[in-house]
């Protein structure tokens, strides 16, 4: 394959013509050449050639598709490869569903490198479907398509020397491969011993000072544009206060440049994603960010440098630039500034046309993962000898990982405690899907449901099966329906019910990504004529189960304090 | 060599701390390392590493110094390497004058890197000290110090297809050396034909239609910022006028950026001097294009690459970038904006510690290239048989190598045609210094000398010694100056005289060039008070000999006319 094209060469950041040769899915040629006047239109392509990119940390099970699905919309926005943490499927499914999920990626013509997730189970305080101890670890490590240990979120681990902790950090270093982390507001001597491990990236800064300080201690910063995390912004809003901080040494290098200048580019080193849902995905993915963090004020070609070569670079990639011994990944754009895809190449082959994605997705073959018996509506029961009680309650806000302790005052009847539609508290539980068939209940604020419930197998990390409602048959007939569905998303009440099916661990479909937008899109809807002002609601619900985010959370096991990490009463006395 | 620092990545656009290793003046190890809190102070350099400079062409001799001479100003502003077409010394000298250069040039610790001069001599209407044809063409580009063809001036013999200059440029083609190109306002069909000759950059585009046009045809353009043209100015003056050409195809993809969002980074290739007269290159060298191109809306990051990677990647140099493997070239800069150079560095060893240039510069052995009798009054005569006479004149502009067509009424005396000081006629003369022993006289207006005369071996591009004065007498004393001091500027009025000897080839001095600019220095001041107004005289002057400049010259073979490219009388009949 031999054609003539403008590109974009991601190392001198120009553009010119050249003639690119492509040899067994790799560039052979890559021959800056001049062009005759009258040949100007005679150009094989009438687009930019750009580098594919490469979003360099997602978890694809939160597109709720199978990896060969995601690949299918994902070429339709110019992106060809992923750094991907396969950490949920980890959680149901162990070693048997990153293998799962690697061979449904090697059966598509896109770039799938794995990572190694290091933190399964997320804590001791829940149940999951799977352990990945030090031995998986490095049985992991030692496949080709592992390009990483995943991230570290169990920074409290690193830092205070738990010892399984750092051998699966000595692995990775043994293998010679790349630390992924996960450090929010980590910081000075807490910083430096997390850094000590050998971890070597970030994608949690969430203001420009904990970027900056990770940045000159040797961190790459991941700016963060996905759909659960949206950081991108308070990476760029500088607070004047900061300007007081007392900067010394080699810190005052940066420190003037972005404080006194506004120039932010050596700071950051990739755009990533770390969630995409299917409606968001639906629109776009690394062709917008790079936009949207060039109206923040990063340059252009520097934004798309942080999604091709600076990755590749990284994590070792034989791809992310358009020279020769590379894979020939690349994408024709419409302009530079624009970047809309009018096609998608892999390997030196075509797979997106501008309408058509030309190649077909593999299924995953769906072993039920929901372990649960049937529940019924006692299972949902709290009770309390008194007419009224006082209970401690999880304050929720939408799409934010983020809750906080409240308290409310309940009714109680014939022995059960009552959910209070007034107040907005409603019930929640988190049903044990491994076998266990325990259930965990406690109260929520903030989904202003007046009636139904909603379940749902997706809630983080250990992905039991998580239900808000009002009314205690209805939050068991939506978790039946999820059991029934083999895992998924149900919205049940009097007058209709419907559900996701995500038969793959509970979390992913194998229908095409459209298809699993336009059925979440309806049941959102469903959800808001229940009365729930939430705009995410099933995203939202699945954080409740996250606990190593504060302040108070819930897992099969009970309501936990966030805080102090440990469990709590339900019921205050 | 180890040691830790803050570096720029100039292929990621990012900054890291890194330990490096230098072994036998290449980096050996180049690895991103995390710093602790407390040893945030303790990392060795103190200010931020970056590639050194690199000047992608520019003549040294226009520095007036020779090669050590101008290597030990360079390393100030963190200049480590050039490429540098030693044009004006091949006119005088031809190869001999060529491998002097290098000769010096490798007695020292800087990167010199040479293109075989392309166009010896520029015209065949004067007279060079040497020819070089396509033999001695070949003869250079075997020598590994020889890295590419010369700027390829000789726009109309490659349109035309003269056959030894195509004979040179398929000699360049044949040794896979690269072809430097200069082609001012060549367009359309003519710059087809000068590009299908393999020619890939330039340095003459004046206005962004002209660098656009020569960018989406293939060349790679150098934004000329020097002493004698500066071009960079005009590069970012977009002429509203220019939004109403059609353009289609391709072109429409930069036209857009560069036009509706004033997007121009990917237009431009490399940052060059070309020229820089010994007062400027005291101020700063690349250091201060690079604040400049910023201040015109180039991305600082983008125009640090126009001056390290880039050219780096075009000339095939193991330098521009702080990778394993390319030499161990840096520079210690106070911060990435500010570019104040702390430390340079070449091939591991420090050659600029921030006060002193720590090495010496070696002689070029001075030979003398001056071979022409002494002058008397009466050869700057010119006789006419009558009480008056009409002249043409050329009329110059300060710092400007375009000319002027003038005539004058002239008063005649004793047979002898008188200039006028009230009109501000001059004489002018060129003076044959090859052995030919031939004097050509003219008029000029523009100078505004009261009295005295002016005298330089420094005429491009043959190089003759050129002289401007109201008094005979007066340009024959400076003229022998020049002759006496064998080769080098002078001043000579009944009040005082002074000269600068440039001795080697007429054209440089083994002095420093902090005592060459003072000099200099001296002799404006005293052109000054012989009443001459041009800023920068003796530039001005030697570009009254360049032919190829329109519209009205002079060489020692008579007066010229650029426009037709043929002699023209002085006197009008």
Do not use: W
């Not at 830092?159 to 902790?165: A, K, L, Q, R, Y």
């Not at 990476?235 to 940066?254: H, R, T, V």
């Not at 302790?405 to 009552?418: C, R, S």
Request: charged share 25%.
């Amino acid at each position: 394959m031999s054609f003539t094209a403008y590109m974009l060469d991601v190392i001198s950041d120009t553009i010119y013509p050249a003639r690119i040769t492509i040899e067994n899915g790799i560039f052979k040629e890559v021959t800056p050449i001049t062009v005759n006047e009258h040949e100007l239109d005679k150009i094989d392509f009438k687009g930019l050639m750009i580098p594919g990119f490469i979003d360099s940390h997602i978890h694809i099970e939160s597109s709720m598709v199978s990896p060969a699905q995601f690949a299918r919309i994902a070429v339709r926005h110019g992106t060809t490869a992923v750094v991907t943490d396969p950490h949920e499927i980890a959680n149901v499914l162990g070693i048997e569903g990153i293998e799962a999920m690697i061979e449904n990626a090697e059966q598509v013509p896109f770039n799938f490198y794995f990572t190694a997730p290091s933190c399964v189970p997320a804590t001791a305080f829940e149940t999951s479907g799977a352990v990945l101890d030090s031995s998986d670890i490095e049985y992991l490590l030692k496949k080709d398509e592992i390009v990483a240990l995943g991230e570290m979120m169990n920074f409290p681990g690193v830092i205070n020397g738990d010892e399984e902790v750092h051998r699966k950090l000595a692995l990775a270093r043994e293998y010679g491969k790349p630390i992924d982390g996960h450090a929010p507001l980590v910081t000075r001597e807490d910083l430096d011993k997390y850094l000590a491990g050998g971890i070597s990236t970030d994608h949690e800064c969430s203001n420009v000072m904990e970027a900056l300080e990770k940045k000159l201690k040797g961190m790459k910063i991941m700016v963060r544009d996905g759909s659960s995390a949206m950081d991108m912004e308070g990476l760029f809003d500088i607070d004047e206060g900061a300007q007081s901080i007392d900067f010394s040494g080699p810190m005052e290098l940066l420190f003037r440049d972005i404080f006194e200048r506004k120039v932010y580019y050596p700071l950051f080193d990739f755009i990533v994603s770390d969630d995409k849902h299917p409606n968001d995905l639906l629109k776009g993915h690394l062709n917008l960010s790079i936009k949207k963090a060039v109206s923040l004020g990063i340059d252009l070609l520097k934004a798309i440098k942080m999604v091709t070569i600076n990755p590749a670079y990284h994590y070792n990639l034989n791809c992310g630039a358009i020279v020769p011994g590379a894979q020939a990944d690349f994408v024709i754009v419409d302009s530079i500034y624009d970047l809309n895809v009018l096609e998608t190449y892999i390997g030196g082959e075509c797979v997106f046309d501008g309408e058509n994605v030309l190649f077909d997705a593999p299924e995953i073959e769906s072993k039920n993962t929901v372990n649960a018996s049937k529940k019924t509506a006692s299972d949902f029961d709290i009770h309390y000898d008194g007419d009224e009680c006082e209970v401690n309650v999880i304050e929720c806000f939408d799409g934010d990982l983020l809750t906080k302790k409240t308290t409310a005052k309940l009714y109680v009847k014939e022995g059960i405690v009552q959910p209070d539609i007034y107040q907005d508290v409603l019930k929640i539980a988190v049903v044990e899907r491994y076998g266990g068939n325990t259930v965990a209940n406690a109260f929520i604020k903030g989904f202003g449901l007046k009636k139904g419930a909603i379940a749902s197998s997706v809630a983080h990390d250990s992905h039991n099966i998580i239900v808000v409602g009002y009314d205690s048959q209805m939050m068991a007939d939506a978790v039946n329906q999820v059991i029934d569905d083999k895992g998924g998303i149900s919205v049940v009440s009097e007058d209709f019910a419907d559900s996701l099916p995500l038969p793959i661990a509970g979390l992913m479909s194998n229908e095409d990504v459209y298809d699993v937008a336009k059925k979440l899109g309806i049941l959102h809807k469903m959800v808001e004529v229940l009365g729930c002002k939430i705009e995410a609601p099933f995203m939202t619900m699945a954080f409740m189960a996250l606990l190593v985010i504060p302040s108070i959370k819930i897992s099969d096991k009970g309501l936990f304090d966030g805080e102090n990490f440990e469990f709590m009463d339900v019921i205050i006395n």
